[in-house]
C-alpha cells in the first residue's frame, strides 16, 4: 500500500537541526524505512538536488498537502512541470463525491509551495461544501481521510500502515445535531457568493435623502393623536428631572421667604437651598439676645455654643478628617487665636479650647488687665486645663505663618481699644502672617475692621456686613423659635440638619 502515496505532496518536518522540507513523493522503502522527495523546497527555499531521502527516525511530523487522483499520481510526477511551478499545478484529483470530476486550480507561485492548514480531530467535525467550494470538494475529502491515516504514520516511526485506505475512499461521516448546526452557520457565513459583492462603495448620502423624515414623523404623530397615547402631553414637553435629594411629589409649594424681619432689611442672604435669610440691625440683635438670656438662655450657654460651632468651622478650615486623625500627629495645625477683653474675646477663648481638644496647637492672645470679665476668667480657667499656649505679648507669637488666625479683637461697643498700642500691634502681625483670617461676630462698620477677613461667622442672624467680612456663615446658638416672635421676627429655621451654613449675597 506505500505505493498508493506516490505522487503526493508533502511537508516533512525534522526538527530544528535539519528544518521542513516539501516536495513530491518519489519512492518509499518499508525495508529501510525511508521516504524520497524530488523536486524539493528546504525552509521555503529550492533545494539545489533533485532529490532527498529521510529516514524515519529523523521524521518528526509528517504533513500531506495534496493527493493526486487515480492513475494520474505519476503523471502528475514525471511530467508536465517545471522549475518555477509549484507541484502539481492543474494535476486533475479525481472524481469527487456526486460522481462528477473537478478540477483543482492553485495559484503560481515561484516560493515555496503554501502549506495547507490541518484539522486536528477529523472525527468530531463536518465540512459543508458550499457551491462556490465545489471545486476543491473532492480535494477537501481525500485531504481529511489522509490525515487520519498519517497520524498513523507519525506515530509509527519504524513501519507503515498495512491497513490504510485508498486516498480517494471517503470514510461516511455521522449526521446529528451538532454536525448539522455546523453545516448551516458554515453556509451562513460561507454560503454566499463573491460574484455579487458590488464593486463601488454605498452612498449613505443618496440613500438617506431617500427616507422623509417631516413625513414619517407626521404619520406617527398623527396615529397616536387617533389612538390617544399623548393625550397627557405634546411631543415638546421633556419629563422633569429630579437630584438625589428633592422630593418627586410635593404636598405644597416651597416658600424661600420664611423669615420676616420688622425692619426693612439693608442686605439679604440666601443659603444654598435658595432660603432667604435677611440682616438685622445691631441694635434688634442686641434686643434678642436679651430677651433670650431672660428666658434662659444664658450667656455661659451662648458661649458655649458660639464655641462648638466656630471650632467646627475651624476644624473644617484646617482640613477636617484628611488631616486631623490619629496617623497625622506628626502634621498638628496652628491656630493663632486673638481675643480682646470683652465677651467677643470670651467666645474666642471658648473656641480655642474646643480647638485644643481636639488636638489641634492654639496659640492664645489676650493681654493683660488689672480687672477682667468674670465670663473671661471662667473661659481662661477652663483653657488652661488643655494642653494650649496663653500670651499676652505679641513677641510671643510666632515669627512664621500660622495655619489659620481667629479674629475676637474687636468689639461692638467699646471703640477706645482700637487706639491701645497693643491692639495696633497685634492688627499689624496679623496682616503680616499670610495666613487666613476666621473673625467671630465681626462688627458692622467697615472703618472698625483693622483685619480682612476671609471668613465670617455670624450668630443667630447676621449683621449687615461688608465687603471686608469676607464669606459670611450662620451658627445657630439655640435660641427658641418663639424668642424671635416675641421681638417681632417671624422665624423658621434655615439651618436643617446642620449647625453652620453658608450665606451668599443677593
Known amino acids: 500500500m506505500a505505493t498508493d502515496w506516490l505522487g503526493s505532496i508533502v511537508s516533512i518536518n525534522c526538527g530544528e537541526s535539519l528544518g521542513v522540507y516539501q516536495g513530491r513523493v518519489s519512492a518509499v522503502d518499508q525495508v529501510s524505512q525511508t521516504i524520497s522527495l524530488t523536486r524539493p523546497f528546504h525552509n521555503g527555499v529550492k533545494c539545489l538536488v533533485p532529490e532527498v531521502t529521510f529516514r524515519a527516525g529523523d521524521i518528526t511530523e509528517l504533513k500531506i498537502l495534496e493527493i493526486p487522483g487515480p492513475g494520474d499520481s505519476r503523471q502528475c510526477g514525471d511530467t508536465q512541470h517545471t522549475d518555477t511551478a509549484m507541484p502539481g499545478v492543474g494535476c486533475q484529483v479525481g472524481p469527487s463525491q456526486n460522481g462528477t470530476s473537478k478540477v483543482l486550480k492553485k495559484p503560481m507561485s515561484s516560493s515555496a509551495p503554501q502549506n495547507i492548514p490541518r484539522r486536528t480531530d477529523v472525527k468530531s467535525q463536518d465540512i459543508v461544501i458550499s457551491p462556490q467550494q465545489q471545486c476543491s470538494k473532492s480535494y477537501m475529502d481525500r485531504h481529511m481521510e489522509t490525515l487520519s491515516q498519517s497520524k498513523g504514520f507519525r506515530r509509527r516511526h519504524n513501519s507503515w500502515s498495512s491497513s490504510s485506505r485508498h486516498p480517494n475512499q471517503v470514510t461516511p461521516k455521522k449526521s446529528g445535531l451538532k454536525n448539522g448546526q455546523m453545516k448551516s452557520k458554515d453556509d451562513e457565513c460561507f454560503g454566499d457568493d463573491i460574484d455579487e459583492i458590488p464593486d463601488t462603495d454605498f452612498d449613505f448620502e443618496g440613500n438617506l435623502a431617500l427616507f422623509d423624515k417631516a413625513a414619517v414623523f407626521e404619520e406617527i404623530e398623527t396615529y397616536e393623536r387617533r389612538s390617544g397615547t399623548r393625550s397627557r402631553g405634546t411631543p415638546s414637553e421633556k419629563p422633569a428631572r429630579y437630584r438625589h435629594d428633592e422630593n418627586i411629589l410635593e404636598s405644597e409649594p416651597i416658600v424661600y421667604r420664611r423669615i420676616v424681619v420688622p425692619q426693612n432689611p439693608h442686605k439679604e442672604f440666601c443659603t444654598d437651598s435658595g432660603l432667604v435669610v435677611p440682616s438685622v440691625s445691631y441694635e434688634l440683635h442686641k434686643k434678642l439676645l436679651a430677651v433670650a438670656e431672660k428666658h434662659g438662655l444664658t450667656l455661659e450657654r451662648r458661649l458655649e455654643m458660639t464655641g462648638v460651632c466656630a471650632s467646627q468651622m475651624a476644624l473644617s478650615l484646617l482640613g477636617g478628617p484628611n488631616r486631623l486623625n490619629p496617623k497625622n500627629v506628626h502634621q498638628r495645625p496652628t491656630v493663632a487665636l486673638l481675643c480682646g477683653p470683652h465677651v467677643k474675646g470670651a467666645q474666642g477663648i471658648s473656641c480655642g479650647r474646643h480647638l485644643s481638644n481636639h488636638d489641634v496647637h492654639v496659640i492664645l492672645f489676650l493681654p493683660n488687665f488689672v480687672k477682667m470679665l468674670e465670663s473671661i476668667t471662667n473661659e481662661l480657667n477652663l483653657f ?91 451658627c445657630d446658638i439655640g435660641i427658641p423659635q418663639k424668642v424671635f416672635q416675641e421681638v417681632g421676627i417671624n422665624y423658621h429655621s434655615p439651618f436643617g440638619c446642620k449647625f453652620v451654613i453658608p450665606l451668599h449675597s443677593t
Open 384 to 474: 488652661s486645663k488643655t494642653q494650649g499656649q496663653q500670651v499676652s505679648s505679641v513677641k510671643d507669637l510666632p515669627d512664621t505663618p500660622v495655619d489659620l488666625v481667629i479674629n475676637c479683637l474687636d468689639c461692638h461697643e467699646n471703640a477706645f481699644l482700637r487706639d491701645q498700642p497693643w491692639y495696633k500691634a497685634v492688627v499689624d502681625w496679623a496682616n503680616q502672617n499670610r495666613a487666613p483670617v476666621l473673625s467671630i461676630d465681626p462688627p458692622i462698620s467697615e472703618m472698625e475692621l483693622g483685619i480682612d477677613a476671609k471668613w465670617s461667622l455670624a450668630l443667630g442672624l447676621p449683621l449687615p456686613l461688608g465687603e471686608r467680612a469676607g464669606r459670611v456663615y450662620l
